[in-house]
């Protein structure tokens, strides 16, 4: 009688671990596949509820900085078609103030996707240089500093 009370315990207790491994394991391979509109909900008997929260409020931190990105990123494609257009009529101090709102939205990019890092079995390598930091490399032509308009040597 013991021992058929031990495996209908046992039989329970892994009821409510494995499920809730199955529901996490889904939901992170869905926000591994770009759904992350996918949220874990598990029952309330189920244990692994602070994994839950935790996976949970990680997908919203996702969601959050990625649309902050997206959202930039239109901004930055709006911003250059100003820019093309303060090209073409030629007007120098439009493509100026054209690169310095362009400088300050790639600055908004870098803020939402800035706590995120890439590691791989390798070396880290080093982030690309700032606007500000290849500003002070090099210059564009001839005629010396350009303000807010710079390339970053490529060696």
């Known amino acids: 009688m013991t021992f058929l009370g031990l495996i209908t315990h046992s039989v329970f207790v892994s009821h409510r671990i494995a499920g809730p491994l199955v529901r996490l394991r889904r939901a992170l391979g869905a926000v591994g596949d770009g759904d992350l509109g996918v949220r874990v909900a598990l029952r309330r008997k189920d244990y ?24 930039t990123t239109q901004d930055i ?19 100026l103030d054209q690169l310095t709102a362009l400088d300050e939205r790639a ?10 890092t890439c590691r791989s079995n390798g070396p880290v390598t080093e982030p690309l240089p700032r606007h500000d930091e290849a500003a002070s490399r090099s210059t564009v032509g001839n005629r010396g500093p350009s303000p807010g308009l710079a390339i970053a040597d490529p060696q």
């Open 77 to 95: 494609r709006a911003g250059l078609v100003g820019l093309r257009t303060a090209i073409a009529t030629g007007s120098r101090g439009d493509v």
């Open 107 to 116: 600055d908004q990019l870098d803020a939402a996707l800035g706590h995120f």
């Open 48 to 71: 692994l509820g602070r994994e839950q929260d935790v996976v949970n409020e990680m997908i919203d931190k996702l969601r959050a900085s990625i649309g902050a990105a997206g959202s």
